[in-house]
């Protein structure tokens, strides 16, 4: 009885130990694949990512942006690019919901070079720097 308790003891200590590991990663130690899950499946991470539009936990998988950005941010972005431009407006103390300048560089920086489901041609740096913040369109 007492061997058990005390290999009970160990595992828990294993597993606290590897708990605490784990809260040095930036990253999950896994990846999910979402063409492997059910369409219900799908939709309540999306409710649950929706919630989460502001925060550190957003996971990437619902449009954030304002609406003046759908044509780079809607089709456009991977679902890693859309969090790390998310992040970064987070970072930079900026509403991830508004449009700036600012929020441009943040955007130009992650989504340059990136196929434009519109255009079929890559975005370029100056496209998204000038983009037009009155009107949600490109300067011409």
Do not use: C
Request: net charge positive; charged share 35%; no cysteine.
């Amino acid at each position: 009885m007492k061997d058990k308790r005390k290999e009970r003891k160990e595992r828990i200590k294993e597993i606290e130990a590897r708990m605490e590991h784990m809260k040095n990663y930036r990253e999950p130690p896994y990846q999910l694949n979402l063409k492997a899950i059910t369409w219900a499946a799908l939709q309540k991470l999306m409710a649950v990512d929706e919630k989460f539009i502001g925060t550190e936990n957003y996971m990437g998988l619902v449009y954030f942006h304002n609406y003046g950005y759908r044509h780079i941010l809607r089709d456009d972005p991977s679902i890693a690019q859309r969090r790390r431009i998310h992040m970064e407006l987070l970072k930079r103390g900026l509403k991830v919901d508004e449009m700036s300048k600012e929020h441009n560089e943040v955007i130009a920086k992650y989504m340059t070079g990136t196929i434009s489901s519109i255009g079929g041609t890559p975005w370029t740096r100056e496209e998204i720097l000038n983009y037009d913040l009155s009107q949600g369109h490109k300067l011409v």
